[in-house]
């Protein structure tokens, strides 16, 4: 079972940065891959970035590469995701998850935190 806490939003200005962190505890953090995703009010949640258990592979939504980077630390069992340039339509909560694979698809992962809302003014 893992257990994932994420931490870092907050409401800043467009153009501006905010980095958010995803802290693990309990399971093997390097066995899982991980993800962000982001919910806006009234839509579905959607696929932000994902990165391999080792770290060497990374991938991101359209919407935000280029913009935000993923990262991880194996061994402070962090996820981090590093949001430059941000614009009001990345305004959301976004989630933190882990998955055995590496996937873009919601359904595939098995842990998510609780949300963290990060909020883009105009």
């Known amino acids: 079972q893992v257990q994932l806490v994420e931490s870092g939003g907050g409401l800043v200005q467009g153009g501006g940065s905010l980095r958010l962190s995803c802290a693990a505890s309990?399971?093997?953090?390097?066995?899982?891959?991980m993800a962000w995703f982001r919910q806006a009010p009234g839509k579905e949640r959607v696929f932000v970035a994902v990165i391999s258990r080792s770290g060497d592979s990374t991938f991101y939504a359209g919407s935000v590469k280029g913009r935000f980077t993923i990262s991880r630390d194996n061994a402070k069992k962090l996820v981090y995701l590093q949001m430059n340039s941000l614009k009001p339509e990345d305004t959301a909560v976004y989630y933190c998850?882990?998955?055995?694979?590496?996937?873009?698809?919601?359904?595939?992962?098995?842990?998510w935190g609780q949300g963290t809302q990060v909020t883009v003014s105009s």
């Open positions: 998850a882990a998955s055995r694979s590496f996937k873009i698809v919601a359904d595939e992962y098995d842990y």
């Open positions: 309990g399971g093997t953090f390097s066995a899982y891959a």
